[in-house]
């Protein structure tokens, strides 16, 4: 069971999260929980190291985060102890969780789960910090990436061999589009793997992307629900042959993008290598690429990558200036995405020509296209994407289509 940082948010809820799971260890469950810091520590402890510095150490900058995630398991356990259960804490590293070194977005290689085990086999009720872990040389904290805590669940309970892996969140399930944004979202009862990665990758942080991995490459069973009811949410299932395939299961939007531009590049082998090589190494994950032709043997390159690191990108691409020769490099902060998901459109040409129409019948601009064989993304300016979002939601209908779909 994992609870999101709204779910603890405060001293009721966290006794509420406390008898969910005191609930779930009296059916006769075994049970692990994962727990996310409360509220918006996470946000406040990144502002207090900005406060400090303008660029905070990686490694320093982890040490201070995990904290979060241990202020609430501490907390959940002592609720736990209330209720007359016995439940022990563990950190990430207490708990095997073993990592690469790439403090801040540190992946998962390793999880030797015997302390977990032990405490289950003790009768406990096994408390374990969200969002971090010990990188596999021994040394340090790491944690894994905004929203995090879902890929701890997941990954220990394929590691452990949970018979559910249950993320419980402010919201009742997945819904067709934020429900923050669309009044008319609803719950899907089932999304395939395939759809929520997209859905995932594409800014729906119901779920952390990696978790959705795992539980595709590890079988876990997944469900998204509510820690204040007890319905039932939405199943992460394998697609199978025989699956109704919506043409658009939902829409996902981003609005912390930018978009730089690299003007005047040589039109020739090895260039692009050379400029995403270093973004690379310098671990800033880019995203839709565009390559023009400009004129006398030179070219345009435009990427998008996440707001945050543009400052980086920036510095890293300056480094390589002098080799590369490039013209000018412009960026824009402004940018947002917004995408289309859904495994019918394989099947369904037109998808796209629609999405732009239904977009410029509102004046939104596009500025990149994305696509894969079961997505459809554009960029577009930041202040049009709630606009955008609920333009598509109507055109593609799908509060009907998802409404029609979860009662076959
Ligand atoms: P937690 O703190 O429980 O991890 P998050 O804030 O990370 O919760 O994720 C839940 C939020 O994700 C919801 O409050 C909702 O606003 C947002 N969200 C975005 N897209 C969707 C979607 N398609 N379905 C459900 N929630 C979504
Ligand atoms: N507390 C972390 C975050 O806010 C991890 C998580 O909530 O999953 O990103
Ligand atoms: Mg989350």
Not at 132 to 156: E, P, W
Not at 328 to 340: E, H, M, N, P, R
């Amino acid at each position: 069971m994992k609870f999101g940082g709204s779910s603890v948010a405060d001293a009721d809820k966290i006794r509420n999260v406390a008898r969910r799971i005191a609930a779930a260890r009296e059916s006769g469950d075994d049970v692990v929980a994962v727990v996310s810091a409360r509220g918006k520590t996470t946000d406040g402890l990144v502002q207090l190291a900005n406060e400090i510095s303008d660029r905070p150490d990686p490694r320093e900058l982890d040490m201070l985060l995990s904290t979060g995630e241990r202020i609430s398991c501490a907390l959940v356990a002592m609720a736990l102890h209330d209720l007359g259960h016995q439940a022990v804490s563990f950190t990430g590293s207490q708990a095997g969780i073993f990592t690469d070194s790439a403090h801040t977005k540190a992946r998962i290689v390793e999880i030797r789960a015997d302390r977990i085990r032990e405490a289950l086999e003790g009768g406990n009720i096994a408390l374990v910090a969200g969002f971090q872990g010990m990188s596999i040389d021994g040394k340090n904290v790491t944690t894994l990436g905004r929203g995090g805590s879902d890929t701890t669940a997941v990954a220990l309970a394929a590691s452990i061999n949970a018979d559910v892996c249950e993320i419980y969140t402010d919201v009742t399930g997945v819904f067709t589009a934020d429900p923050r944004i669309v009044a008319g979202a609803v719950k899907l009862p089932r999304i395939s793997h395939e759809e929520m990665l997209e859905m995932a990758a594409m800014g729906s942080k119901v779920l952390a992307l990696r978790s959705v991995e795992f539980a595709r490459n590890y079988d876990v069973p997944l469900h998204v629900r509510s820690s204040f009811s007890p319905d039932e949410g939405t199943w992460i299932i394998k697609e199978t042959p025989d699956m109704e395939q919506a043409i658009v299961s939902g829409i996902a939007h981003k609005s912390d993008e930018a978009k730089i531009t690299i003007t005047g590049v040589h039109d020739q082998p090895g260039v692009a290598a050379s400029i995403f090589t270093v973004l690379a190494d310098a671990l800033i994950n880019v995203d839709t690429i565009i390559q023009n032709m400009g004129s006398d043997g030179r070219a345009d390159l435009s990427f998008t990558l996440p707001l945050d690191e543009l400052s980086r990108a920036r510095d890293v691409l300056d480094t390589i200036k002098g080799s590369l020769e490039y013209t000018s490099i412009t960026a824009d902060d402004q940018i947002g995405k917004v995408t289309l998901v859904g495994a019918g459109m394989k099947s369904n040409p037109g998808i796209a020509a629609k999405m732009f129409r239904v977009l410029s019948d509102k004046d939104i601009n596009i500025l990149m296209i994305d696509t894969s064989t079961i997505r459809i993304t554009v960029v577009i300016n930041r202040r049009d994407i709630e606009r955008a979002v609920r333009a598509l939601h109507d055109a593609f209908d799908l509060e009907a289509e998802a409404t029609r779909r979860g009662n076959v």
